[in-house]
């Protein structure tokens, strides 16, 4: 029906006659003369319809905002001053020798240049919010992203396999979402968190390099960078090691920029531990953007009788640890209550600090609440590990190393972005040798890190028993800007030490053999040493296009509350299914009790 799109005209057309199909943008009278702003998926052009064409002049006269429209008209340049350089189509306009409305609109909810529009209001007209241009330019950026990792995991060897959506269900951390059973009574199939399993076994199979760009599903609690479901770029690799692996996916992500923003990443990505990012920035997805990192002081404050501070030193596990903010001295009672407000969301229950205003004065030139409590040998050690200058201020963090880690620093980023303390660009990090588990004071007992199928460290497998906590894994993961974008490891490809890992997980042989022995299984066959990693795709688009939620980069996306306002799912379904699935409701059968009662 169309010869062009409207954003693929130019002033090379001029003189043509073209036929274009989309919606009207916006209608302009101007006296005698109206102007049509037509839209499609690629942009904007501008059409002339003036009264020397009665019929035609008629019909443009009742358009109206979203009516579909197909245009056929001549490309002429626009009258000199007046071109628009914001368009593609900025320099020409098309005038209208032929209009007809294939399809008129009743009045849309919003306009679609409205910017100041409610989330709820958006998500409950999804279809017309999806056509504001920038919603639009979000989702070909996400497209031409996809394309990209697909063109250079094709080059590269690596084939793409589908995983069953209906599994078992498996302990992976978060919680499954179940899907009932109508043929087998009561039981229940599980939408995967990830086909971790799956690409395991087909590196059993000797596929060697798989890939897929897949959904996945968890039933955890939502925020701005999570949704119940959301889409994983997920690969496996035999016979790489850790340095193999990670050196081929850092040439993707460079490979993908490029494709994508036309933005050149760093050659080589920069590396470091888990033990130093924690202890540099609190963080295991450190925003390398900011120019502050902590300074560690728990060893000296086993010296002070500042309780606070003794007592989160000689605590197990605690942490005293400074983030000296160069010219924070400037910064206001105001501001400094507000950021002691702020890292009580994480815990802190407090935020002491320590105004630089004359260092060479010693104790005399420092300006805080806490100087009193400091001797001047410890205040003097204070300036000289952190390097606190005149004019500089030196915030603090003491109690359990979590807090102290969470609290700091998140206030680390968000001065750092306030106070112009980081970078602009794309500052990417691999993150490596994370620990293999951790505690749950809750559960008692030790929980795996990433995923139970994690290898341990060359050498770290006798800690597995001894000392759980001093063994390594040969985990990995990129961070970007402060964002974990993906995540990997080095599997456990024997099934031995696999049994040996679920056993220091709490996990005996019986529970080992029902939820994970076909895994088990696979393992004995041969398995090759194997690894691989997953990419978010959602939030790498997120961070692509400066979206403040991944909802922006998602088509039709659910709320906070794990809800679609477009189609009002989930809904409930009528009793003639649930029958058939073999559930009854519970408040049908609390209301039954209460009937039988009385």
């Known amino acids: 029906m169309r010869t062009h799109y409207c954003g693929h005209l130019n002033a090379a057309l001029i003189g043509q006659t073209v036929t274009l199909c989309g919606w009207a943008h916006r209608r302009r009278d101007h006296g005698g003369v109206i102007f049509i702003d037509l839209r499609d998926r690629e942009g904007l052009a501008q059409v002339v319809c003036d009264p020397d064409r009665p019929e035609m002049f008629a019909m443009a006269e009742d358009v109206r905002n979203e009516f579909v429209l197909k245009i056929t008209g001549l490309v002429r340049a626009r009258p000199e001053g007046t071109a628009n350089a914001n368009l593609a189509s900025g320099e020409i306009e098309i005038l209208c020798l032929d209009l007809e409305v294939l399809n008129p609109a009743v009045t849309p909810p919003f306009q679609l240049d409205d910017d100041n529009l409610s989330e709820t209001v958006r998500l409950t007209h999804r279809v017309v919010d999806l056509r504001r241009p920038q919603m639009q330019k979000n989702l070909m950026l996400r497209y031409k992203t996809t394309m990209a990792f ?66 996945c599903f968890r039933d955890e609690d939502l925020r701005a960078d999570r949704q119940p479901e959301f889409t994983q770029v997920d690969l496996e690799t035999s016979f790489m090691d850790e340095t193999q692996i990670t050196g081929l996916v850092e040439e993707m992500i460079r490979f993908v920029f490029k494709e994508a ?24 997805k450190p925003d390398l953007r900011v120019n502050l990192e902590f300074t560690e002081l728990t060893d000296l404050m086993k010296t002070v009788e500042f309780k606070v501070f003794r007592g989160a030193a000689d605590m197990e596990g605690g942490r005293v640890a400074a983030l000296r903010i160069p010219g924070g001295a400037a910064l206001s009672r105001k501001e400094i209550d507000d950021y002691t407000t702020f890292v009580a969301i994480y815990g802190a229950k407090g935020l002491a600090y320590i ?27 204070i300036l000289a590990r952190t390097g606190a200058q005149d004019g500089d201020l030196v915030f603090f963090g003491a109690d359990k190393a979590k807090v102290v880690n969470d609290a700091l620093g998140a206030l680390r980023v968000k001065i750092g972005h306030e106070k112009g303390h980081a970078q602009k660009g794309w500052q990417p990090l691999w993150v490596t040798d994370f620990p293999m588990f951790e505690y749950d004071d809750e559960a008692k007992r030790w929980v795996a890190c ?78 090759p040493p194997h690894g691989g990693l997953a990419f978010g795709l959602d939030r790498i688009v997120t961070m692509m296009t400066g979206a403040e939620s991944i909802r922006d980069v998602i088509a039709f996306p659910k709320t906070q509350r794990a809800q679609c306002l477009l189609t009002h799912a989930p809904s409930e379904v009528d009793e003639k299914q649930l029958r058939e699935l073999h559930i009854r409701l519970r408040q049908k059968i609390e209301t039954q009790v209460e009937v039988t009662k009385s």
């Not at 341990?456 to 001894?466: I, M, Q, R, S, V």
């Open 150 to 215: 697909r063109r250079f995991l094709d080059v590269n060897g690596f084939i793409d396999i589908e995983t069953p959506m209906l599994t078992k269900s498996t302990p992976e951390g978060a919680r499954d979402y179940l899907v009932p059973s109508r043929v087998h009574a009561g039981e229940f199939f599980a939408l995967p968190q990830s086909p971790q399993l799956f690409k395991q076994m087909l590196m059993v199979a000797g596929f060697d390099r798989y890939y897929q760009i897949v959904k």
């Open 355 to 381: 105004k630089v205003n004359e260092k060479a004065k010693g104790v005399e030139g420092l300006q805080s609440p806490i100087v009193k409590f400091l001797t001047p040998e410890v205040a003097a050690e």
């Open 261 to 284: 923003l036309s933005v050149d990443l760093p050659n080589p990505f920069p590396r470091m531990t888990y033990a130093e990012a924690m202890a540099r920035f609190g963080s295991d």
């Open 450 to 527: 990433h995923h139970p199928f994690t290898a341990p460290k060359d050498g770290h497998e006798a800690y597995l028993f001894t000392d759980p906590g001093k063994c390594l894994a040969k985990a990995y993961d990129l961070a970007l800007n402060g964002w974990e974008i993906g995540g990997g490891s080095v599997r456990i490809h024997k099934a031995e030490v696999q049994s040996k890992v679920f056993e220091a997980l709490a996990i005996g042989p019986e529970e080992q053999q029902l939820k994970f022995g076909f895994l088990l299984d696979a393992l004995k066959y041969g398995a």
